[in-house]
C-alpha cells in the first residue's frame, strides 16, 4: 500500500519539480538569441508554470482557495483592465498588453494556491545568483554595461530586487548554522553590488526601501524597525540639491509632464489599455528632443503609476493599488507558525515594496521579467491571508482545467504570434545592416504575414524600399502606417516628406514635413527640408531664412544651414 502512494505521488512531485525549475531557474536566465527581442522567451516559462500548476491542482484534487475581500479587488482589476482593453481606440496595441496581463493573472491564481517550501526558494536564488555574477562579468567586461541575462541592465535590476529581501529575511531564521549565514550573506553581497553595477538609482532605491520594509516587519519596536526608512529619508534630505537637479538633467521628467498632460484629458477611464504609446506623441513635451537621450518613440511613462493613469485612469490605479494594499496589510498581520513560512511572507512583502518603490522612476511592471515575478510574489503573499474560503473540487477542477487550457493557448500563440517574427525581424535588421534589402524586405514580409499589425516591421521594411529606391512601395507602406497601423510613429511623416521630395511632389513633401516639425519642432533636418523646399520650390526667401534661424539657434555651427545663410547674404537675399 505504501508503494502504491509513493508511486502516486511520483507523477505529481515530477509536474511540481519541472514548473519550479523552468520558472524560477530556467526563467530568469533564458534566452533564446535569434529572436529580436530574444528575452521574450521568458514568458513561454510562465506559461509552463501555469499549465503544470494547474495538472497538479486536478490530480492532487486542490480545492481553489482564496480570500474575499482580495478576490473581489482582483477581479474588479482585471476586469477593468478587460473593459479597458476592448474599448481602446487601438485594439492591437490593448492586446498585446492584455496578453502580459492574462499571463499575470494565471500566475497570480496558480501562486495563490501552491505549497511554497524552502527547496523552491533556494532554486530562485540559485538562478539569481548566476544571473548576478553574469551581471558583474558583464560590468567587469570592455563595454561596462551589467544586461546580465535580461537585455537590459534595469530589467535586471527590477528583478534582483525582489531577490534581495527574500534573502536577507532568511538570514533571520534561527535555525540556520553558521555556514548557511556565511553563504546567504555572500548571494546578499553580489546581489547588491551587481544591482549597483547596473547604474540603476531607481533600482538601488528600491532595493534600500524593500530591506527597511524587511526590517519594519521583522522588528516589534525601536530604531531597528524604523531605522531603515529613517535612514532613507534624511539621506533623501541630505542629498535633496542632488536629486533636485537630476530630476532637472534627466529625461524623464519631459516624460512625466507629456503623460500628465495625458492625464487631464482623461483622468478617470484614461486613454485605453496598451494605448500610451499611439497617443503620447500629441502631448510630449517637445524640449523633451533638445535632451541627448531623446528616441522618436516613448513606449512607456517611466512611471508605472503615471502609466497606469494614462492607460486605465483614476479606477484603474485605485484598484492596483488597493490589491496591493490588501495582500500587503493581510499578509503583514498573518501570523505563522513555521518560522520560514512567516519569514518568506515578510520578504515577498519587502520584495513587493521593493519594485513598487523602483517604479515610480522605471518601466520594469512593464516588462513580463520582472512583472511575471512581481505577481508571482503577490500570489504567494495572498495565498497566506486569513480566513481563506474554499470551492469545492467539483467547480475548482473545472476552474483548473480552464486555467490550464488558458496557458497552453497562450504558449502557443506567443510562440507563433510574438516570438517567430521576431526571428525574422532580427534576420532582416542583420540583412539591412548588410546592405542586403532584398533579403532584408524578404523578412520583413514574413514579420508582416505572421503579425499584420507589427508597425516596427512596416517601418523599417518601407525605409528598406526606400533605401533600395523603390520609392513608390516605400511610399505606399507610409501611408498604410499612418493611415490604418500607427499614425505618426517614429518619423514616418519625415520619411514620407522625403520619399515625396525625392519624386518631386514638393506640396506634399511639404505638408509631411510640416506634419513632422509639429511633432518634434527641434529636427534640424526637417527644418533645413523645410527650409530648402520654400528657397527651391517657392523661392520665399523670408520663410527659408525663419527656417534657418531656427536650425542656427538649435545648433550655432550647423554646416547646412551656415553655408546656405552665407549664400543668400552673398547674394543680398538677407
Not at 523633451?288 to 502609466?307: D, K, W
Amino acid at each position: 500500500m505504501k508503494n502504491t502512494d509513493r508511486k502516486a505521488e511520483v507523477t505529481p512531485r515530477i509536474y511540481e519539480c519541472t514548473a519550479i525549475l523552468l520558472f524560477l531557474f530556467a526563467g530568469p536566465l533564458i534566452l533564446f538569441k535569434p529572436a529580436y527581442d530574444y528575452t521574450l522567451v521568458k514568458n513561454i516559462t510562465g506559461y509552463l508554470l501555469v499549465i503544470l500548476l494547474s495538472a497538479l491542482f486536478i490530480i492532487r484534487k486542490r480545492n481553489f482557495v482564496f480570500e474575499i475581500k482580495n478576490l473581489i479587488i482582483f477581479l474588479m482589476f482585471f476586469s477593468w483592465i478587460l473593459i479597458s482593453s476592448f474599448t481602446a481606440p487601438f485594439g492591437y496595441g490593448a492586446a498585446r498588453t492584455l496578453e502580459d496581463y492574462i499571463l499575470y493573472l494565471l500566475i497570480f491564481i496558480c501562486a495563490a494556491n501552491m505549497d511554497f517550501d524552502r527547496n523552491y526558494l533556494y532554486i530562485w536564488l540559485s538562478a539569481g545568483f548566476i544571473a548576478s555574477l553574469t551581471a558583474l562579468v558583464n560590468f567587469i567586461g570592455p563595454r561596462k554595461y551589467a544586461i546580465s541575462t535580461f537585455g537590459n541592465p534595469n530589467f535586471f535590476a527590477g528583478h534582483a530586487i525582489m531577490l534581495l529581501p527574500i534573502a536577507f529575511a532568511m538570514l533571520f531564521i534561527k535555525e540556520n548554522t553558521r555556514i548557511k549565514r556565511y553563504i546567504l550573506l555572500f548571494f546578499v553581497a553580489i546581489v547588491f553590488l551587481s544591482i549597483i553595477a547596473t547604474r540603476s538609482r531607481a533600482a538601488i532605491f528600491g532595493s534600500l526601501f524593500g530591506v527597511s520594509t524587511l526590517m519594519f516587519l521583522v522588528n516589534n519596536k525601536g530604531m531597528r524597525k524604523w531605522g531603515g526608512y529613517v535612514t532613507i529619508f534624511l539621506a533623501g534630505i541630505l542629498s535633496y540639491r542632488q536629486i533636485l537637479r537630476w530630476i532637472d538633467t534627466d529625461i524623464r521628467w519631459y516624460l512625466w509632464r507629456g503623460a500628465l498632460e495625458m492625464i487631464k484629458r482623461r483622468p478617470f477611464t484614461g486613454w485605453g489599455t496598451g494605448n500610451f504609446v499611439f497617443f503620447y506623441p500629441f502631448y510630449r513635451i517637445r524640449e523633451y528632443f533638445l535632451r541627448p537621450q531623446a528616441t522618436p518613440v516613448t513606449i512607456h511613462a517611466h512611471n508605472e503609476y503615471l502609466q497606469i493613469l494614462s492607460e486605465n485612469g483614476i479606477i484603474g490605479l485605485l484598484l492596483f493599488m488597493g490589491l496591493a494594499i490588501i495582500i500587503i496589510w493581510g499578509s503583514k498581520q498573518k501570523r505563522e507558525n513555521v518560522p520560514f513560512e512567516s519569514l518568506l511572507i515578510k520578504g515577498c512583502i519587502a520584495g513587493i515594496a521593493a519594485v513598487l518603490a523602483d517604479n515610480i522612476f522605471s518601466t520594469n511592471l512593464r516588462n513580463p521579467s520582472t512583472a511575471m515575478y512581481f505577481w508571482f510574489l503577490m500570489g504567494l503573499s495572498a495565498g497566506k491571508l486569513d480566513k481563506p474560503r474554499e470551492i469545492s473540487f467539483n467547480i475548482s477542477r473545472a476552474l483548473w482545467y480552464a486555467i490550464g487550457t488558458a496557458g497552453f493557448v497562450m504558449c502557443v500563440f506567443t510562440s507563433f504570434y510574438r516570438i517567430m517574427p521576431e526571428v525574422y525581424l532580427k534576420r532582416g535588421i542583420w540583412a539591412r545592416d548588410a546592405g542586403d534589402f532584398k533579403t532584408s524586405i524578404d523578412n520583413y514580409l514574413i514579420v508582416c504575414s505572421l503579425n499584420p499589425y507589427n508597425y516596427e516591421a512596416w517601418y523599417k521594411m518601407a525605409f528598406a524600399h526606400g533605401e533600395a529606391g523603390n520609392l513608390e512601395e516605400a511610399r505606399r507602406i507610409y501611408l498604410k502606417i499612418n493611415s490604418s497601423i500607427f499614425p505618426h510613429f517614429a518619423k514616418t511623416d519625415a520619411n514620407l516628406g522625403a520619399v515625396y521630395l525625392r519624386e518631386g511632389d514638393y506640396e506634399r513633401s511639404l505638408y509631411y514635413c510640416k506634419w513632422a516639425e509639429w511633432f518634434n519642432p527641434y529636427d534640424k533636418d526637417i527644418l533645413c527640408t523645410i527650409s530648402s523646399i520654400y528657397l527651391m520650390f517657392y523661392n520665399d526667401v523670408p520663410h527659408a531664412v525663419s527656417y534657418l534661424n531656427k536650425v542656427l539657434t538649435i545648433d550655432p555651427k550647423n554646416d547646412y544651414a551656415n553655408r546656405i545663410m552665407n549664400l543668400l547674404r552673398a547674394e543680398g537675399k538677407t
